[in-house]
């Protein structure tokens, strides 16, 4: 894995918006270092002691003369800086520590070094004055510290613990989880205001729009107040650069103030190879996903997928990325999105689920899975459109040659099977084809009837009309043209699911379950003698289509 350590490693951070100093973050430690504390007291209140005192001081100076003193001085100021974090209580201190310490890092990269040398001489862990910290109330401190905690872990020669490295993952998933969750739910309370004060504001103009001069008046004050809020926090999570001197905005942002951060974090630490299968066993792929379906600003989305890139460096999780149906979800966003950066990085995604992966076959489901989730319809719009970034142009074309092999190559087999596995199934040909069904129904006994596993699956938990009415047509297609097809269907439990679809709130559901029912008691109908009438007359598509 070394080339890829290489590549990641060398990546510059501003293309990959790691360290844009654009965060609240970055904007608070901007305050902080402005507000040096009163070392002098600490030492005279015997807080810290004079050696402390006279590090710290030291490092307080200026650029170069703090360089200086922390070549002559680096044991010392480990020593210092770890200590201080494990003895003051006071939060702007602790606040103050930490900007200086990440800012040291910052300047180089090797002054992680230090760090890991003291502690391991000391026979002490690095990591525990800082994952300690993650469990304060002040947002500034949890995340500033969760920052230096990433810069250690992959910046230095050692890596994080299992354990720690288990907890800071685990913490990261679960900030980004809540962060995500309060954000979409600030949104969605914006919304409603705005749609109920456009509601009363439709309602008033009704109300006065015979009377001359009323019906002219402005926009209702308040609703456009309330619109234009939900505006500016969408713009202000978006570009944090923004004026947010207004008090109110501030207020609101406070719970989702640091998702950038948390982002950030994540980013840095699954580029490097050890850390991608442990945030793997937290769950954390699976979170991503689930944060890029909602609604998120795309600030959000360009970090989640680049997470979601830097995954795809390793072969193996690229073969296995899109059982988490990451290449519908990207594919989505990829159609919604007008933001170069995060088409740019959707692009990279796609090109390494092809490039990566070992197994050809997996490389070619990849691309089928594209295909039907219309990727090739959006390549067509980019190659029309002019980008300043090489990548793009690049990934553009290297897709659009693989997915129009893949098409080429593909068997119509190929094809359904991939529609199944994505959980999108939709009225494509392949469904209504008769010789399709004649030729392949056996099929789907293959791999232990995993696509009739998948197609029972989507009977019972999806909420799509269309997905259970296509699901229902297959079934019976399958037992119309597999003679032991019915008991195969009894087995695995999608006879009771299908009928319970009859009673259906959508008309569609309910006309292709009733043929697949049909099909299921014809089938037993068939076996009979020729003189032998059938009983299931209440299943009749004579009787029973009428209804329709």
């Known amino acids: 894995m070394t080339d890829v350590q290489d590549i990641m ?3 510059p951070d501003d293309k990959i918006d790691m360290i844009a100093a654009t965060s609240v973050l970055q904007q608070q430690a901007g305050d902080i270092r402005q507000t040096k504390p009163n070392w002098s007291s600490y030492m005279q209140s015997q807080m810290i002691s004079q050696e402390d005192y006279a590090c710290v001081s030291s490092l307080d100076k200026d650029k170069k003369a703090q ?8 044991p010392q100021c480990a020593k210092t800086l770890l200590n201080m974090l494990s003895h003051v209580s006071k939060d702007q201190t602790i606040q103050y520590i930490l900007v200086l310490i990440d800012d040291l890092l910052q300047e180089d990269r090797t002054r992680v070094q230090i760090f890991h040398d003291y502690a391991n001489k000391k026979k002490e862990s690095v990591w525990a004055p800082f994952l300690n910290l993650l469990n304060r109330q002040d947002g500034f401190i949890v995340n500033m510290a969760s920052r230096v905690v990433g810069k250690l872990a992959c910046w230095g020669q050692e890596q994080m613990p299992k354990s720690d490295l288990h907890f800071y993952l685990q913490w990261l998933k679960d900030q980004l989880t809540v962060a995500a969750q309060k954000l979409l739910h600030e949104m969605e309370e914006a919304e409603k205001k705005r749609l109920a004060e456009a ?4 309602h008033d ?7 001359g001069h009323e019906a002219h008046h402005p926009p209702n004050s308040h609703q456009h107040q309330i619109a234009e809020r939900y505006r500016e926090i969408s713009s202000a999570i978006d570009d944090p650069q923004r004026d947010r001197a207004k008090e109110d905005l501030h207020v609101t942002l406070t719970n989702n103030e640091y998702i950038q951060s948390v982002g950030r974090c994540l980013q840095m630490m699954l580029r490097v190879d050890e850390y991608r299968f442990a945030f793997v066993t937290v769950d954390g792929i699976s979170t991503l996903i689930s944060i890029l379906s909602s609604r998120v600003n795309f600030q959000v989305q360009y970090q989640l997928v680049f997470c979601l890139w830097v995954l795809t460096f390793n072969p193996l999780l690229a073969e296995k990325m899109n059982k988490f149906n990451v290449i519908p979800i990207l594919a989505d966003i990829l159609s919604d999105c007008a933001k170069e950066k995060v088409t740019r990085i959707i692009l990279a995604v796609f090109r390494n689920l092809i490039e990566k992966p070992e197994d050809a076959q997996v490389a070619k489901e990849h691309c089928i899975a594209m295909v039907q989730c219309k990727v090739m319809k959006q390549l067509t719009i980019l190659e029309q459109r002019r980008f300043d970034d090489e990548d793009i142009t690049g990934d553009v074309e290297f897709l659009t040659e693989k997915l129009q092999n893949s098409v080429q190559d593909l068997s119509s087999f190929d094809e359904y099977a991939t529609e199944v596995k994505s959980a999108r199934l939709e009225w494509s040909p392949v469904h209504k084809s008769a010789k399709f069904w004649r030729e392949n129904a056996q099929r789907l ?3 232990q009837y995993e696509l009739l596993r998948i197609l029972v699956h989507l009977l019972e938990t999806s909420k799509d009309p269309l997905v259970l009415s296509v699901a229902s047509y297959d079934i019976g297609e399958y037992v119309r043209h597999y003679p032991r097809g019915k008991h195969v269907i009894e087995q695995l439990g999608g006879k009771q699911l299908v009928m319970q ?5 959508d008309p569609n559901v309910r006309y292709e379950a009733l043929l697949a029912v049909q099909k299921l008691m014809v089938h037993n109908c068939t076996r009979r003698t020729m003189g032998e009438r059938c009983n299931h007359n209440k299943y009749s598509p004579l009787k029973t289509l009428d209804h329709y």
């Open 501 to 505: 679809l009859l009673a259906h709130e």
């Open 9 to 11: 490693s060398s990546l």
């Open 67 to 74: 360089a200086a003193y922390l070549q002559e001085n680096a």
């Open 205 to 211: 103009h009704h109300r006065h729009g015979h009377h």
């Open 199 to 202: 509601a009363a504001s439709h």
């Open 445 to 447: 006994n293959e791999k």
